[in-house]
């Protein structure tokens, strides 16, 4: 089992970087592919980024393909999501998520656990 505790969200203005962190525990953690999601305010939520447990299976949404970056370092059992020009469309709340299969990496329902969330809030 893998608990999750994400870190880093904040206020930044438009243009600006945010560097998101994903704590977990358990001692199966580097077995999971690890995923971020964002729920903005009315909408469902989407998938950002995902890494496999070795880092060489990389995917990204295509509105974040540039920008975005995601991490982990398996010794320390974090997962990171570094963000640049940061834009208002990208206000959300963001999920760390650990999913043991790592089919397709960008539903939703593939996940197994999830942390509780971190609010971003881009100011234009």
């Known amino acids: 089992q893998v608990q999750l505790v994400e870190s880093g969200g904040g206020l930044v203005q438009a243009g600006g970087s945010l560097r998101l962190s994903c704590a977990a525990s358990?001692?199966?953690?580097?077995?999971?592919?690890m995923g971020w999601f964002r729920q903005a305010p009315g909408l469902e939520r989407e998938f950002v980024a995902a890494?496999?447990?070795?880092?060489?299976?990389?995917v990204y949404a295509d509105s974040v393909k540039g920008r975005f970056t995601i991490s982990r370092d398996n010794a320390k059992k974090m997962v990171y999501l570094e963000m640049n020009s940061l834009k208002p469309g990208d206000t959300a709340v963001y999920y760390c998520?650990?999913?043991?299969?790592?089919?397709?990496?960008?539903?939703?329902?593939?996940?197994?656990?999830w942390g509780q969330g971190t609010q971003v809030t881009v100011s234009s």
């Open positions: 358990g001692r199966t953690f580097n077995r999971y592919y």
């Open positions: 998520a650990g999913d043991l299969q790592g089919w397709s990496l960008v539903r939703e329902d593939e996940y197994d656990y």
């Open positions: 890494i496999s447990w070795s880092g060489d299976r990389l």
